[in-house]
């Protein structure tokens, strides 16, 4: 169980921690102190919802699909992964990898929810990552143990999300340097590299 729970945590924070708008979003809003709560909450309740969607999707309705092509689905979802974690290495090597800040000001707390609700669900890479890609990855648990990967993919949201808006203000310094993006995309590609390989020898391909 243990195994289940750490390769869902960090798969989910893997596919959260990246320079996007919807991070620089929360992180301006824990700088200037507006709706702190609400923001992280809205990200990390919005992302545990879709995880939770795509798991018992794959789970329930493509379950004879699953079984029937799991090795096939395995080894993409390892391909998948792995060219994450070249994107990553990539931008590790890029000198000028930063966070920006200064777009989407808002005060009001609708406002504000709405400019989240756009960045969060227009976005096709978040329905991608979390249904798809966690959906499918966590087939290769069963019973117990695939409520055990549901529950460490969805608190990887809280913990980032709630870490980013209420430690913005400490964050801030640190990752205006291009350095520690770099040494943060390294850190992440080892780990999609890693669970890569683990699918791999999980649908039989290596």
Known sequence: MISAFLTGFFLGMSLIVAIGAQNAFVLRQGILGYHVLYVALFCAVSDALLICIGIAGISFFLNNFIS???????????????GYGFIRLKSALRPDSELRVESSKSKNLTSTLAILFMLTFANPHVYLDTMILIGSISQQFSGDHILIFALGASLASF?????LAYGA??????MQSPNSWRKLDFLIAIVMFFISIKLAYAGNWL
């Not at 090795?71 to 391909?79: E, H």
């Not at 913990?159 to 870490?163: D, E, K, Q, R």
């Not at 203000?169 to 640190?174: A, F, G, R, S």
């Open 68 to 82: 029937q092509y799991a090795n096939f689905l395995f080894g993409f979802s390892a391909i998948w992964l792995a």
């Open 159 to 163: 913990v980032f999300f709630f870490s």
């Open 169 to 174: 203000k400490l964050l801030m310094p640190i």
